[in-house]
């Protein structure tokens, strides 16, 4: 088993910047792969960002303002979230898996954490 808790959200003001982290603890085999996810309210969830063994992924449309990075020393994977727009307003959440990693594929993600709310405005 892998538990993931979030921490990090908050509300900020669009252009604004904000780090969230994913603590993952347990059988770290299991979490070699890792996602944040976001689901925006009456929207379906969408993958954000993804980390495996060094390789990345983005959405389009973060890709150039998100960063996403991992410390295995601390067990956790980082968002790091620059020139947040209101359209990023939603629930991110943290997914790890073991291999082969899904990426942008939520089904293949195993474990979920419970969500750190983001609040953009304008």
């Known amino acids: 088993q892998v538990q993931l808790v979030e921490s990090g959200g908050g509300s900020v003001q669009a252009g604004g910047s904000l780090r969230l982290s994913c603590v993952a603890s347990?059988?770290?085999?299991?979490?070699?792969?890792m996602g944040w996810f976001r689901q925006a309210a009456g929207k379906e969830r969408e993958a954000v960002a993804a980390?495996?063994?060094?390789?990345?992924y983005y959405h389009n449309s973060v890709q150039g303002r998100f960063i996403i990075s991992r410390d295995n020393t601390k067990n956790t994977v980082y968002l790091q979230m620059n020139s947040l727009k209101q359209e990023d307003t939603a629930m991110y959440y943290c997914?790890?898996?073991?291999?082969?990693?899904?990426?942008?594929?939520?089904?293949?993600?195993?474990?979920w954490g419970r969500g750190t709310q983001v609040t953009v405005s304008s």
């Open positions: 997914a790890a898996s073991s291999p082969p990693c899904g990426y942008a594929d939520a089904g293949r993600y195993t474990f």
């Open positions: 347990g059988d770290m085999d299991r979490a070699y792969c």
């Open positions: 980390y495996a063994g060094g390789s990345t």
